[in-house]
C-alpha cells in the first residue's frame, strides 16, 4: 500500500504535494519522493526514510513547477531505497509516473522493454510502466495532441495486477494523466486547479468537490478542466461530488473509528495480498521461498508460532497445510512455545505469524527455533520488522498500516497467505489432487468480491447487537475450522467490549460448559462446514432448550425458524471459509462496542503492539 498526491495549478506544486503526502504517511513511511514539470525538465527528488526527510533535499525549496506528482512508499518489490522510491522516469527523462499497487506481469515487460533497449534502475514493479509508455510513445507520432495518452493508456492496458497510476510528461506540461484499477484514487476538482490523491482526507483541505474513477477510466487534468474516457479513449461523463466530511472523520476515510475502516478495507486487502502470488491462469508464486522437493521431503513437522490473533490465523492455516501437504502441523502459543524445550530439529520447518513483526514472544521463539536447527519462514504486515529481520524466510501480507488494536484484516490477509503457503509446498511436494488445488486458488481469486457481498450483513449485525450489547456473557461455537473463528469472535468481542466470552468446539459443551447456559443468554454459532452443520445444529439445540438466543452464520441451507437470527454468508472452499464468517463477528464486536460507547480503536489496557513479555 502506497500514497500518491498530485497537483495541477497555478500555484507552487511541491508544498502542497509535501502535505499531501503528510497526510498519506499512513500508507506506508518507508521512502517518499516528488516530481514536478520545471522549465525545461523534469525534477525527480526521492529517497529512503519519511516524508519528512524531503524537506531536507537539496533543491526542493527552489522547485517553482505548478504541475506534479508525489508517492510515499510501503515497499513490496525491493527494499526501502532511493533507487526504489517513486516517482520512476523512463530512460529519456521524459515522463515521470507514481504508482500504487502492484504489476502482477512485471517480469514479463521488464524482459520486453530490455529486450527493446531500456535500462532499469530499481528493483521495482513499478518502473516498467514509465518505460513502457514511452516504447507506446516512440510508436506514436510523439507531441501531437492526444498522444500523451494513447501511449499513458497503452501502457495500462498491458499491465496486470492492481494499480492506481498518475503520470505526467515534458512534452506535455500542461496536462496530468490518472488511471485507476482495484486500488484508490480520487480526483479533487477547483476552478483553476486541480488535484488527485490514494484518498480524500490528503486533498479535503483544498477542495470538497472530488470525482471517482471506475476500474480502467482515464482522467486527463488540466488546470481548469478534467476530461474522462473509458479504456477505448472515448470520453466519458463523470459526475462531481460534494464531500461534507469534517477533519477527523476524514482521517479515517469517512468511518467512524479506525476498526470499522480496517474491516471494510478487507476486500482490497486481501487483493494486495494475493497480488502476483496468485493469477487468474493458475500459476501460483511464492518468489520468496526456494524450496526444493528434496528439501521439503525432509521436513516431517510444521509448527505455526504466533500470539493472539495472528495464531488464530495460524489455526485456520493448519487446517489447509494438513489436507495439502499431508505433513503434520502444530500450532503454538509463542510465549508457551519458547519455554516449553519444543521437540524440534532440522527436520522441522517452523511458521511465525505476526501483523506487527514486533512481538517479544513471537520473537523469542523464532530464535529458540533457529537454535535447534529448524527453518523458520515469518509471515508479517510491517515490511523490515524485526521478525522478518530474524526469520531465514519473510512472505508479507499486504494488507496495509492497521492502527486500530483489534486486528482484523491482518487476519484475513494471514489466513489466505497461509492458505497459498501451502498451495505452494503442496505443488512442490505433488501431495494433493491438482483438481482440489485448482479450485482452491480460483475460491482465493473470488474472495475480495464475496467479502463485499458478506459486509452487507452489517446493518442485520448492527441490529442485533442492540438487542445484546448489555449482556455479561457470550458463547461462540463452531466444529472443525468454524471452532477456529469462534475463537477470534470471542477474542474481538472480549478486547472492544469487555463482554466476557469463551469460545468452545459445539460437541464439547455438553462435557462441563452447558452448566452456564441460562435463560437469555446468547451463543454464537459458526456453521459454514457442511459435513459438521448437522452436528453443530443439535448442539446449538441443546442450548436453545435451555433458554439460550442465538445467532447463526452459516452458508448452508438451514432452517431459519429455530434460531432468533441467522446471517447468510457466500458460499466458498472450507479451507478459507474463515474470512468470509469473521466478518459478521468483527461487525458483531464492533457495534456492541459502540452501543456501550465505548473507545473502539483503543481498549483499554491493550497496546497494538506487545513488544515486551
Ligand atoms: O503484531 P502481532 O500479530 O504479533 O500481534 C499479536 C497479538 O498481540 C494481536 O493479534 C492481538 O491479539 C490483537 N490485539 C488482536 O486483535
Not at 274 to 288: A, K, M, P, S, V
Amino acid at each position: 500500500m502506497c500514497g500518491i498526491v498530485g497537483y495541477i495549478g497555478n500555484k507552487k506544486a511541491t508544498p502542497i504535494l509535501l502535505n499531501g503526502l503528510s497526510q498519506l504517511e499512513y500508507r506506508g513511511y518507508d521512502s517518499a519522493g516528488i516530481s514536478t514539470i520545471e522549465k525545461d525538465k523534469i525534477s525527480l527528488m526521492k529517497d529512503k526514510g519519511r516524508v519528512k526527510n524531503l524537506y531536507d533535499l537539496t533543491g526542493i525549496d527552489s522547485l517553482e513547477g505548478t504541475v506534479g506528482i508525489a508517492h510515499t512508499r510501503w515497499a513490496t518489490h525491493g527494499k526501502p531505497s532511493k533507487e526504489n522510491s517513486h516517482p520512476h522516469m523512463d530512460n529519456s527523462n521524459t515522463f515521470s509516473v507514481v504508482h500504487n499497487g502492484i504489476i502482477e506481469n512485471y517480469n514479463e515487460l521488464r524482459a520486453f522493454l530490455t529486450d527493446k533497449g531500456y535500462n532499469f534502475l530499481s528493483e521495482t514493479d513499478s518502473e516498467v510502466i514509465p518505460n513502457l509508455i514511452h516504447y507506446y510513445y516512440q510508436k506514436e507520432n510523439k507531441k501531437e495532441k492526444g498522444s500523451f495518452l494513447t501511449a499513458f493508456k497503452n501502457a495500462c492496458l498491458d499491465l496486470k495486477g492492481s494499480f492506481s497510476i498518475a503520470g505526467i510528461c515534458l512534452d506535455f506540461p500542461d496536462n496530468m494523466i490518472v488511471v485507476r484499477k482495484d486500488s484508490p484514487l480520487v480526483i479533487g476538482n477547483s476552478e483553476t486547479e486541480n488535484y488527485i490523491s490514494s484518498d480524500i482526507p490528503a486533498i479535503l483541505s483544498f477542495t470538497k468537490k472530488f470525482y471517482f474513477l471506475n476500474d480502467l477510466e482515464f482522467a486527463v487534468l488540466y488546470r481548469d478542466n478534467i476530461v474522462f474516457f473509458d479504456k477505448n479513449l472515448s470520453i466519458i461523463h463523470k459526475e462531481c461530488q460534494n464531500i461534507s466530511w469534517n477533519a477527523s472523520s476524514a482521517e479515517k476515510n469517512g468511518f467512524d473509528d479506525y476498526m470499522l475502516k480496517e474491516i471494510y478495507e478487507q476486500p482490497t486487502a486481501i487483493r494486495e495480498t494475493i497480488g502476483f502470488r496468485l493469477q487468474e491462469d493458475g500459476t501460483c508464486n511464492l518468489d520468496e521461498l526456494n524450496f526444493s522437493k528434496p528439501y521439503l521431503s525432509l521436513i516431517n513437522q510444521i509448527y505455526i508460532i504466533a500470539c493472539g490473533t495472528a495464531m488464530h490465523a495460524g489455526l485456520a492455516g493448519k487446517v489447509c497445510i494438513e489436507k495439502l501437504c499431508k505433513i503434520p502441523t502444530q500450532v503454538d502459543i509463542a510465549s508457551e512455545f519458547r519455554y516449553r524445550d519444543p521437540l524440534i530439529d532440522t527436520s522441522t520447518l517452523c511458521i511465525f505469524i505476526s501483523q506487527s513483526g514486533e512481538t517479544a514472544d513471537t520473537i523469542a521463539a523464532l530464535k529458540l527455533a533457529r537454535s535447534k536447527g529448524a527453518k523458520t519462514i515469518a509471515i508479517s504486515n510491517v515490511i523490515g520488522s524485526s521478525i522478518t529481520r530474524e526469520a531465514d524466510y519473510c512472505i508479507y501480507t499486504h494488507a496495509g498500516p492497521e492502527i486500530a488494536v483489534a486486528s482484523t484484516k491482518a487476519y484475513t490477509s494471514q489466513i489466505v497467505l497461509l492458505n497459498i503457503l501451502a498451495i505452494h509446498l503442496a505443488e512442490i511436494l505433488e501431495t494433493q489432487d491438482p483438481k482440489i488445488i485448482s479450485n482452491l486458488k480460483k475460491e482465493i481469486l473470488q474472495l475480495p468480491k464475496k467479502i463485499e457481498e458478506t459486509l452487507k450483513c452489517s446493518e442485520v449485525i448492527k441490529s442485533f447487537a442492540k438487542t445484546v450489547y448489555s449482556e455479561k456473557d457470550m458463547f461462540f461455537l463452531g466444529r472443525g475450522i468454524d471452532e477456529t473463528v469462534a475463537r477470534e469472535a470471542s477474542l474481538k468481542l472480549k478486547e472492544i467490549s469487555y463482554i466476557h466470552s469463551e469460545s468452545y468446539p459445539a460437541g464439547e459443551l455438553k462435557h462441563g460448559p452447558i452448566a452456564l447456559i441460562e435463560n437469555g443468554v446468547t451463543v454464537i454459532g459458526i456453521l459454514t462446514d457442511s459435513t459438521l452443520v448437522e452436528k453443530s445444529i443439535s448442539n446449538i439445540q441443546e442450548v436453545i432448550t435451555r433458554g439460550a438466543k442465538t445467532l447463526i452464520i452459516t452458508n448452508q441451507n438451514i432452517e431459519n425458524s429455530m434460531f432468533d437470527l441467522v446471517v447468510k454468508i457466500p458460499q466458498t472452499s472450507p479451507f478459507i471459509s474463515p474470512i468470509l464468517s469473521v466478518v459478521p463477528m468483527q461487525l458483531f464486536a464492533y457495534y456492541i462496542s459502540k452501543e456501550k460507547g465505548l473507545d473502539v480503536d483503543k481498549p483499554r489496557n491493550l497496546a497494538k503492539s506487545v513488544t515486551v513479555e
